[in-house]
């Protein structure tokens, strides 16, 4: 199982990622979210392919289009999280934390 955290920033609502795969890469997941939009991504993306996720384009995957429709900010990191959070539970990565600084 993998479990991701999301501080996203200044929107200051935080989202939490847990996703366990099957032996067939299936992974499915439970997003909780202070987010209104990313509760609605929540809804849709229940599960995804491990394999067929991470061999699309980035427009291409399930995750981004689903965030596209939840109606997620461009720059969201929350999508990126969650195909983190696949890779990891599938075991096709291993964890490690991803940082983001913005400085100006």
């Given at each position: 199982m993998a479990r991701v955290e999301v501080s996203p920033?200044?929107?200051?609502?935080?989202?939490?990622i847990l996703a366990q795969?099957?032996?067939m890469y299936d992974v499915a997941m439970?997003?909780?979210s202070?987010?209104?939009r990313v509760?609605?991504?929540?809804?849709?993306?229940?599960?995804?392919?491990?394999?067929s996720e991470l061999r699309q384009a980035l427009p291409e995957t399930a995750v981004y289009q689903a965030a596209g429709r939840a109606?997620?900010?461009?720059?969201?990191?929350?999508?990126?999280?969650?195909?983190k959070a696949v890779e990891v539970a599938a075991g096709l990565a291993?964890?490690?934390?991803?940082?983001?600084?913005?400085?100006r």
């Open positions: 920033g200044v929107c200051g609502l935080k989202t939490t795969a099957d032996d439970e997003i909780v202070e987010c209104e509760q609605r991504l929540a809804e849709e993306l229940v599960s995804v392919s491990a394999l109606g997620l900010h461009v720059s969201c990191p929350v999508p990126s999280a969650v195909l291993l964890p490690a934390d991803v940082q983001i600084v913005i400085r």
